[in-house]
């Protein structure tokens, strides 16, 4: 299968940092990215969704200018969390996808990352 | 994207048949029957999928029913590596679509 890179795989920092996640997708061209989180004891969570080379859709109730994305390549996504504050704490996990219909359109995940803000 | 029902939880023998079900009674033509597990602190993994024909592949059988509003997830021996929590997901896929997760069914394989 696929394979979907992230890197760091955790990361602690300080209320008010800037983190910096990154999403490879190592052996395909990713078309489109997606950034989910997830919460403890809880199912992932979709936050937005990248197109390479244009800006990012976010999904209701997450805000643009604190979770900034940006998809440069086809296989690399960031995803920046600005001013971190502990209730930014969570479980980060990308997906990225290659095909756009039918049997090709599968989504692959990367292992996550955590983030815990002090 | 249609809803899926999932029972919350299950237990299987080690070595054992596991057979997860799946209810999407509201499914489109267009949507897929999509299967990801999520073990423990990592990150969703891809299964199998299916439209309409039964599935086989290194790791599970998919078998969808023919009216498609319902499908079976088969792990043909489960191990303890199985254990886990396991996404039925029915998507359109297309440049559009979203793949969102529910609850899903936590399989928990025991010795």
């Known amino acids: 299968g696929a394979v979907v890179s992230q890197h760091p795989s955790w990361v602690i920092c300080k209320s008010g940092t800037s983190v910096k996640i990154e999403c490879r997708s190592l052996d395909f061209q990713a078309t489109t990215m997606f950034w989910y989180r997830q919460f403890p004891k809880q199912s992932l969570m979709l936050m937005a969704t990248s197109n390479e080379g244009s800006k990012a859709t976010y999904e209701q109730g997450v805000e643009k200018d604190k979770f900034l994305i940006n998809h440069a390549s086809l296989t690399l996504s960031t995803l920046t969390v600005t001013s971190a504050h502990p209730e930014d704490s969570s479980f980060y996990i990308c997906s990225a996808r290659a095909g756009t219909s039918g049997r090709t359109d599968t989504q692959y995940f990367g292992p996550g990352t955590r983030l815990t803000v002090l | 994207d249609a809803k899926t029902t999932q029972p919350p939880s299950m237990d299987c023998a080690e070595g054992r048949a596991a057979n997860l079900p799946c209810n999407h009674s509201t499914i489109s033509g267009n949507e897929y029957v999509y299967w990801y597990r999520q073990i423990h602190s990592q990150g969703p993994q891809y299964i199998i999928h299916?439209?309409?024909n039964n599935e086989t592949n290194e790791m599970a059988s998919l078998i969808i029913t023919e009216d498609r509003k319902s499908s079976t997830l088969i792990l043909p021996h489960a191990t303890l590596r199985d254990t886990a929590v396991y996404y039925c997901i029915a998507w359109a896929t297309g440049t559009a679509s979203k793949l969102t997760f529910g609850t899903g069914t936590r399989l928990q394989v025991t010795l």
């Open positions: 299916g439209l309409k």
